[in-house]
C-alpha cells in the first residue's frame, strides 16, 4: 500500500497547474468579464468545484445553519469557492485548507479581486494533521475532499477535535456505490491509486467511531446524476466551455466528465449531504 506521502505527492501531482490564478483571469477576461471587480458569482462555473456546483453548496449551508456568528473550516478548500460564497452569503468568517499550494495560491488571489480577504483565509497543509488547536471552529466544513484522503479515520477524528463542543460537521460528499469500481478518469484522480472512496456505511461508522452525532443524512445521487448528465451532453455537443472545470484540470476534462456520467448511471457511485454534531 502507498504511504501518506506518496498518496498526497499523487494528489498534488493530479491537481496542480502553475500559474493557475494567472490562467483563471485570463479565462475570466476572454469571457468578458472585469477581473478587476469580480464577484462570487463571475468566478462560480469555475470555483464551485463539485457536483451541482452552488446550489449544493447553498444547501448543506442551510443544512449545517451557517450565520454571521459562526467560525467555519472549509476543508479541501480548493481555489476558494466555497469559502467565498459562505462568507458573501452568511458573512461568516471561514478559514480554508487545502494540500495543493497551486490551489491556495489562487484561492487567495481570487479572494482579493472578489473583495473578501477580511472575511476569508487560506492555510495550506494536510486534512489529517490540521494546523488549528483543539475546539477552534464552530463548523467543520468539507466538500468533494475526502475522496482523495485514505486515512479516513484521521480525517474525521482530526474535525472532532478542532470543533467546539456543539459544533457542527457538514460534509457533501462522493461514496463509492453498490454496482463496482469506478472508471477512470474521474475529477478527482486520473488513476485508482489517488481514490479513496467510501461506502455509505463505512462513513457512518467512522463518523460515529470520531464521536460525532450524525444529525441528518441525504441522498442527493439522483440530483447529481440529472445534473452531470445534463452537463456531459453540453460538453459533447458545444465543446468545452469558457469557463468551467477544465480550466483547473487541463483538457482531458472532457473524458473525466464523460465518466462521471457513467458512473453515475451506472451506481458505480453515489452522493451524500450529512450534518452531525460533536
Not at 75 to 99: H, M, N, P, Q, Y
Not at 135 to 147: C, G, I, L
Not at 159 to 187: N, S
Request: aromatic content about 6%; some cysteine.
Amino acid at each position: 500500500m502507498a504511504t501518506p506521502t506518496r498518496v498526497n505527492e499523487t494528489v498534488q501531482t493530479h491537481y496542480a497547474r502553475s500559474e493557475l490564478g494567472t490562467l483563471i483571469l485570463a479565462a475570466l477576461e476572454k469571457a468578458g468579464k472585469d477581473i478587476h471587480r469580480l464577484t462570487p458569482e463571475d468566478l462560480a462555473p469555475i470555483d464551485e468545484f463539485h457536483i451541482r456546483g452552488r446550489a449544493a453548496t447553498l444547501e448543506l449551508a442551510r443544512a449545517a445553519s451557517l450565520d454571521a456568528a459562526k467560525r467555519v473550516l472549509d476543508v479541501g478548500s480548493g481555489v476558494g469557492g466555497t469559502s467565498r460564497c459562505l462568507a458573501k452569503e452568511f458573512g461568516c468568517r471561514v478559514t480554508g485548507i487545502d494540500l495543493t499550494e497551486d490551489y491556495c495560491r489562487a484561492a487567495e488571489l481570487l479572494t482579493a479581486k472578489t473583495g473578501l480577504a477580511h472575511l476569508v483565509d487560506y492555510r495550506q497543509g494536510d486534512a489529517t494533521q490540521l494546523p488549528f488547536a483543539d475546539a477552534s471552529f464552530d463548523v467543520v466544513w468539507t466538500e468533494h475532499a475526502a475522496m482523495n484522503i485514505p486515512d479516513k479515520a484521521r480525517l474525521y477524528r482530526e474535525m472532532h477535535r478542532v470543533l467546539k463542543p456543539g459544533g457542527r460537521l457538514a460534509i457533501y460528499d462522493v461514496l463509492a456505490g453498490p454496482t463496482g469500481p469506478v472508471h477512470f478518469p474521474v475529477p478527482w484522480a486520473r488513476t485508482p491509486d489517488a481514490s479513496f472512496l467510501l461506502r455509505p456505511d463505512e462513513l457512518r461508522a467512522l463518523l460515529e467511531a470520531a464521536g460525532f452525532t450524525i444529525t441528518d443524512w441525504s441522498d442527493t445521487t439522483d440530483a447529481a446524476r440529472a445534473w452531470f448528465v445534463a452537463l456531459a451532453q453540453k460538453i459533447g455537443r458545444e465543446g468545452l466551455p469558457p469557463l468551467g472545470f477544465h480550466i483547473l484540470l487541463g483538457a482531458d476534462f472532457q473524458a473525466m466528465a464523460q465518466n462521471q456520467r457513467r458512473n453515475l448511471e451506472e451506481g458505480r457511485i453515489v452522493l451524500a449531504q450529512v450534518t452531525a454534531s460533536r
